[in-house]
């Protein structure tokens, strides 16, 4: 079928109209939104011819640096760092273990060579995150199992790309040395983990010293550090996507202007190129092919949900401080997304012999454990009860929207216990004389302040002041009251 620009246009218009519809039906249905994204590619490929995996590759990793920068902005340090040791040993240990038994298991399936099996498992070693919380929408899971699994899946990704690259390098040079390519992991896991750091650090102090004329370019300002850090890490040989998951995390974690703005920016960036993501991918798939390999497919899926994975996690967090049943849940939660359909275009670019075969297979992994997990693990954290009341979420939010160049801004201050302002009225707090206190919200309702207004410990300050007096503020608010001694008569 022949498209004009107009008509090209009208389509892409349909298809963001139609994925956002989905996501809305799929979060009632319980079903990740991603599986609808891939049917609505794969019934366009129907009527569009598509078989770029390049450009299915290229537009894959664009995507996933957008929604690994924007997960990263979400994760809490204070609740991920309790489980950095856990979560960093299921994206090495965890991922190795898991691509070593489906990878033999992958061999005798499908009939592949040992190098080409290890190549698969290596494809569907990483899970996906952000399938497995849009099912459960505003449902609360433990923090702890939260972190972890946020945590696993920013971080196993790089894992999954090293070890399909290097099967890749052996397929193709067996005489590759086993020793320069773990010397190369530690070099991208390494490189990577600084890069990131800097480049956040760098990001933050660019973000809050610059001025820009308009507020709305701070969220593209954010992007574009984002898209720097993987490029700039990936030239360098390093794990391009860990770089921007760290450097996101401290981003996300550091005292930011125009925060809220950021956030929803990249938030609704991140679903739009989740679901054009998808959509490609399922383009790229041709049906009739799946139909040939659906028992492989299916036997390789049940075996990766319910042998490969299981046995990755218990053996990765044996010594750990997790219950069985937060265990079995981590186990279940490793649903497959992105990463892994993006991974099996890299042998279809290498010219591998079996390429095809291992891009269908792993496709239909994908869409089973989407289908299969994704609608059972909301009830599966039920049963087991993991689960709290609904998320907690601040109801109101307020920020200084500017279309011109201002030196001002709105700032967010918590107010904490035994913090020097607690319990002193507006007029007596000593702000500075441009600070203006402009709202103050208090068990979720608004308070209009006025100067014989009370601050209490939980409000939180909505602050219009000059952006050079925000350390200044910040710091007098999170100045601590010393406590008074009481003097002894002798």
């Known amino acids: 079928m022949q498209f004009t620009v107009d008509s090209s246009i009208l389509l892409f218009s349909t298809l963001l109209i139609v994925g956002v519809i989905i996501t809305k ?264 092919q799946l139909l040939s390999v659906i028992w492989q497919g299916l036997g390789l899926s049940v075996l990766l949900m319910l042998v490969a994975r299981p046995i990755g996690v218990f053996v990765s967090m044996i010594f750990m401080k997790f219950n069985i049943k937060e265990i079995t849940f981590i186990s279940w939660a490793g649903l497959r997304g992105a990463v892994p359909i993006v991974l099996a275009t890299y042998p279809m670019i290498a010219g591998l012999e079996n390429s095809q075969l291992i891009f269908n297979v792993v496709f239909f992994v994908v869409l089973t454990s989407a289908l299969i997990q994704g609608s059972t693990i909301s009830l599966l954290a039920e049963k087991l009860g993991l689960l709290g009341g609904k998320k907690a979420t601040v109801p109101h939010t307020l920020e200084l929207v500017s279309i011109g160049k201002t030196n001002s801004e709105i700032i967010e201050i918590d107010v904490e216990e035994q913090s020097s302002v607690e319990g002193k009225e507006i007029k007596n707090a000593n702000l500075p004389e441009e600070a203006l206190v402009t709202a103050i919200v208090r068990d979720e309702k608004i308070i209009t302040p006025k100067g014989q207004t009370l601050i209490k410990s939980g409000d939180i300050l909505y602050v219009l002041l000059p952006k050079t007096l925000r350390e200044q503020v910040k710091e007098m608010f999170n100045k601590k009251e010393e406590p008074q001694k009481s003097e002894e008569n002798s």
Do not use: C
Request: hydrophobic share 55%.
């Open 25 to 288: 039906f799929s979060s009632r249905l319980g079903v990740p939104s991603l599986v609808f994204f891939i049917a609505v590619g794969m019934l366009l490929s129907k009527f569009l011819y598509y078989d770029s995996a390049y450009l299915t590759q290229l537009f894959g990793i664009l995507a996933l640096i957008v929604i690994l920068f924007e997960g990263g902005l979400q994760t809490k340090w204070k609740d991920m760092r309790k489980v950095v040791v856990p979560s960093a040993t299921l994206a090495t240990v965890g991922v190795l273990i898991t691509t070593a038994i489906i990878g033999v298991l992958a061999k005798y399936i499908l009939g592949l060579s040992w190098l080409e099996g290890m190549l698969f498992g290596a494809i569907v070693g990483s899970t996906d995150a952000a399938a497995i919380f849009a099912v459960l929408g505003n449902k609360n899971i433990r923090p702890k199992l939260t972190a972890t699994l946020e945590a696993e899946s920013g971080t196993n990704d790089p894992m999954a790309i090293f070890l399909t690259i290097s099967f890749i390098e052996l397929i193709q040079n067996p005489e590759s040395s086993f020793l320069t390519l773990f010397l190369g992991f530690l070099w991208q896991m390494g490189l990577g983990l600084v890069m990131g750091f800097l480049l956040g650090k760098i990001s933050v102090w660019v973000i809050n010293k610059i001025n820009l004329d308009s507020s709305g370019l701070y969220p593209v300002l954010s992007i574009a550090f984002a898209v720097l850090t993987y490029s700039g890490t990936a030239m360098l040989q390093g794990s391009g996507l860990l770089a921007v998951y760290v450097m996101a995390v401290l981003v996300g974690n550091s005292d930011l202007t125009y925060r809220h703005s950021i956030f929803r920016f990249n938030e609704g960036f991140a679903w739009m190129m989740q679901i054009l993501m998808f959509i490609l991918l399922g383009l790229l798939v041709f049906p009739n």
